[in-house]
């Protein structure tokens, strides 16, 4: 552990220093880094078992195929994410298999069924568009030098997801019919999942410390900004309604809709017309988990235990 | 389960350095290449091995992760 | 390098003995990549899940190869893949339920894509120019699968106990569908033998005990002495049985029909 | 990314004397789906035929279910499409002999180098 005080690793690593370990970091640096990589490891994790329950019924042996390439690479990115959090003290093992289902960090989209090919197509497009917009701006900014370095990788993959999910809800908004219907469905409960995913609003957010060690450098508002930038003239191009337009005034995206607002996963509903809740309420739902939070943390660690027991008995 | 960190290296192509991507935990030399083989997918790599990160001797620094493979290793 | 095969030759009987042994082996792989997709998630370790998905894409892509394989016989494969009921499913026995445990799944991975690997390579060695072209390629992909296997069943076997136990009966059951399938020496395997397609049924037998012998013999097995089930369908080419109607219906991809825009 | 798209060059002002040739620049500039790496290059394509404004190329792939393989197909066809004197293009998927990391480069700068393409 590093002997200087937060303050003073802060200002290094606004200066350009980079950390290598545990060796340079402060509790307060290695407390913010934790959370982080902490999130980052469970949504990677988690996304696996929910693309996996739609990709067993994917259309064809290539789109089948394409969906667990995809699988395999969050499986990797999230097991990097594991090994970086063991080398600073945590332990993958009791994060991975010792955890109850409620304990882990990922995002709300990822206790929701993806039902369809549809709704995989547009997971692809817009979760993991989410997700390569905070890592791409964590690789930017980071002052880890582990983790910008392992993010090469990442970032490498995750543009492939993104042209899947481009490819696809392209290919089947054209396809027209029920294949266009289904996307749209997708996009009208995935859309506003993915605008809550980047969390509260700065003029509320609670200090974490991220920005000032350099763990990233983009604001909650300004992530979402940017993931509208590609996703709204990308649903636009495609003809598909999603619920945000660019405000020439403002000169930023406005979203159409009460923001944040009511969910009702049994039917995959955002309840527009009931308008705006508060982000406590917002909090509650999250905290209850989704439907298949349970089932998808099951569903990875079911033989660990079994196997763990053979082999040292 | 008793599990090693293997260290991953690679080559991308010919005249190029072999450079540290990552690690993979791993019981036994062969799952080890799986495992990296498969994690570490992202080029198409003209080389690639792992090493056992015990095997792996600092030469100069008193700490950091080769170090503490070290340390762990005598027990 | 022998002679490649004159497809135009090639009587009505010798074509469907053909057809048959190309479906049978694009259906096991088929199935084996359903096998080993619903291990990615349950495997033993994150590392492990991220080698069950790469094994499953392998299996879909020689899949997918094989099946191409029909169009040099002008057979669309389309019909094949999308349209037949389970009962006409011609993938190994050892493929028709999902593995009960990881032991299983190891079973798998050495036992039944080793037989397919050993078939395949007597392919590759053939007449049959198309599968000389294409099968190296599967194989090269193959050794992977084969030191994953080996390694994990060796670990389980050394553990003793459950794993070893659950991994003998996995052994168990899985191997006498898989000789009677390589050992095959009905009319129709006979007639891809004698045009050079295949090697002897003898020859496929003692290169896959030569290949197992040592790892089964750790759960206590001699595969010098696993007789092949009686109990054998000559159209699928396959012993009796066929696989769970889900398996069937994602092979297909039933549920997403509407959006195979391809 | 993007197969390299937003680097493709405009289409070839005139219809070139050899064709082929002019097959071979043009396909320089297709990049692998995941690396910036050009198909020649990465040694995926093992030749080039044209005949009446059809473009036939001969390709594999790095693995039989390499999960790029529409991305690889639908670039080359749009870029080679962009050139008006092909009409069409045939890819013909082959797998004979397989591809190796050996064929990174050096076979692929080779290739470029004997049909007087600099690399």
Redesign the interface.
């Known amino acids: 552990m590093s002997q200087l005080t937060d303050e003073e690793l802060m200002r290094k690593v606004q200066g350009g220093y980079m950390v290598e370990g545990p060796e340079d970091m402060t509790e307060g640096y290695r407390k913010a880094l934790r959370v982080q990589l902490t999130v980052q490891a469970d949504t990677e994790l988690m996304s696996a078992p929910s693309y996996w329950m739609a990709a067993r019924h994917a259309p064809s042996t290539n789109t089948q195929v394409s969906a667990h390439a995809i699988i395999q690479d969050e499986l990797a990115h999230a097991n990097i994410a594991y090994r970086l959090l063991e080398d600073i003290g945590e332990s993958k093992e009791r994060l991975v298999y010792g955890r109850q289902p409620y304990e882990f960090k990922h995002p709300y989209g990822f206790d929701q069924p993806l039902d369809n090919w549809a709704e995989l197509v547009v997971a692809t497009g817009f979760f993991d568009r989410a997700g390569i917009t905070l890592l791409s701006d964590v690789h930017e900014n980071t002052s880890y030098a582990p983790l910008k370095r392992a993010l090469v990788k990442i970032g490498m993959e995750e543009t492939f997801h993104l042209r899947h999910g481009e490819v696809w809800m392209r290919r089947l908004a054209k396809a027209g019919g029920e294949a266009r219907e289904l996307v749209q469905r997708a996009v009208d409960w995935m859309f506003p999942m993915t605008i809550e995913w980047f969390g509260l609003p700065d003029d509320m957010k609670r200090h974490s410390g991220q920005l000032d060690f350099k763990l990233k450098g983009l604001t909650n508002d300004q992530l979402r900004q940017v993931w509208m930038a590609s996703t709204v003239p990308l649903c636009e191009e495609l003809g598909l309604d999603a619920p945000a337009h660019w405000d020439e005034d403002k000169s930023e995206y406005v979203l159409d809709y009460p923001f944040p607002c009511q969910y009702d996963a049994v039917e995959k509903h955002w309840a527009f017309d009931e308008g705006e809740i508060s982000w406590d309420a917002v909090f509650e739902r999250w905290k209850k988990r989704g439907p298949m939070n349970e089932i998808y943390v099951e569903s990875v660690q079911r033989s660990r235990l079994d196997v763990q027991r053979w082999l040292t008995a | 389960?008793?599990?090693s960190v293997y260290d991953v290296f690679t080559r991308k192509?010919?005249g190029d350095r072999l450079q540290h991507?990552?690690?993979?935990?791993?019981?036994?030399d062969?799952?080890a290449?799986?495992?990296a083989?498969?994690?570490?997918?992202?080029?198409?790599?003209?080389?690639m091995c792992v090493v056992k990160r015990v095997n792996v001797l600092p030469v100069n620094r008193t700490?950091?992760?080769f170090v503490e493979a070290q340390d762990s290793s005598h027990d | 390098m022998i002679d490649a095969l004159d497809l135009s030759t090639l009587s009505d009987d010798q074509r469907d003995a053909l057809v048959r042994l190309i479906v049978t082996l694009a259906d096991s792989k088929r199935l084996m990549g359903i096998r080993y997709s619903d291990w990615t998630l349950g495997a033993p370790s994150i590392e492990t899940g991220v080698s069950m998905a790469s094994m499953t894409q392998d299996e879909w892509g020689h899949a997918r190869l094989l099946y191409a394989m029909l169009k040099t016989l002008d057979i669309d494969p389309a019909p094949f893949e999308y349209e037949r009921s389970g009962d006409k499913f011609a993938s190994l026995s050892a493929l028709d339920r999902e593995p009960s445990d990881w032991a299983a799944v190891v079973a798998l991975m050495v036992l039944a894509d080793g037989a397919l690997s050993t078939m395949l390579r007597s392919l590759a060695q053939g007449t049959l120019e198309q599968a000389r072209r294409r099968v190296p390629k599967m194989l090269a992909e193959e050794q992977y699968h084969m030191s994953m296997g080996s390694a994990w069943y060796r670990r389980l076997a050394d553990s003793g106990g459950e794993s070893r136990r659950l991994l003998a009966v996995a052994t168990e059951n899985m191997l006498p569908g898989l000789i009677a399938w390589l050992g095959v020496d009905d009319a129709a395997a006979r007639s891809m033998v004698a045009i050079g397609v295949l090697d002897s049924a003898e020859d496929r037998l003692a290169l896959y005990r030569d290949e197992v012998r040592e790892v089964v013999a750790l759960v206590g097995w001699d595969i010098d002495t696993v007789l092949g089930t009686s109990e054998w369908d000559e159209v699928r080419g396959r012993a009796v049985g066929r696989p769970d109607e889900e398996a069937c219906e994602r092979a297909r991809g039933d549920r997403n029909r509407a959006l195979l825009v391809e | 990314m993007s197969g390299g798209r937003d680097l493709w060059s405009a289409p070839l002002g005139e219809v070139p004397r050899d064709r082929v040739k002019a097959i071979w620049k043009v396909l320089q500039e297709v990049l692998d789906p995941e690396i910036p790496i050009s198909l020649p290059e990465l040694g995926l394509i093992y030749d080039v035929a044209y005949e009446e404004g059809i473009a036939r190329i001969d390709l594999t792939f790095t693995a039989t279910a390499c999960p790029c393989m529409d991305f690889i197909r639908e670039d080359i066809t749009d870029r080679l499409l962009s050139e008006h004197w092909i009409d069409r293009v045939e890819l013909i998927e082959v797998w004979d002999p397989p591809w190796t990391s050996d064929r990174i480069t050096v076979e692929g700068r080779e290739k470029l180098k004997k049909m007087g393409v600099s690399a």
């Open positions: 389960m008793r599990e192509e010919r991507v990552g690690y993979v935990d791993a019981f036994d062969e799952t290449k799986v495992y083989w498969t994690t570490y997918s992202e080029e198409k790599w003209f080389e700490d950091g992760l």
